[in-house]
């Protein structure tokens, strides 16, 4: 290995040139980690532009806000069956 270094999450020794910057920390992250995290930035992207909607009681959620708010928790529970905290991120 020319420069190994450990993965912030998980510890497992990688390449410096295989890691990848989190977007929820901006450590430095093997794959698996790294999409992991990635696949919880977009998923909590998705639930704060939800929740930006029901909040301003955006017209295409008119009529089915309760459909919304169950989208809003679910998605929740992924990110919590993801290993992070919704209202940590």
Known sequence: MEMP??????GEW??????????LTNAL??????SIENEVYYLKEEADD???DLDNHAEHMK???RGWKNNLNDIK???KS??????EL
């Open 77 to 79: 529970k992924k990110i």
């Open 50 to 52: 939800i929740k930006y």
């Open 82 to 87: 993801l290993g992070f905290d919704y209202d």
């Open 29 to 34: 992250l093997c794959d698996e980690c790294f």
């Open 5 to 10: 270094v450990p993965c912030l999450k998980c």
């Open 63 to 65: 009529g089915d806000r």
């Open 14 to 23: 990688v390449e410096l040139h295989d890691t990848r910057k989190s977007p």
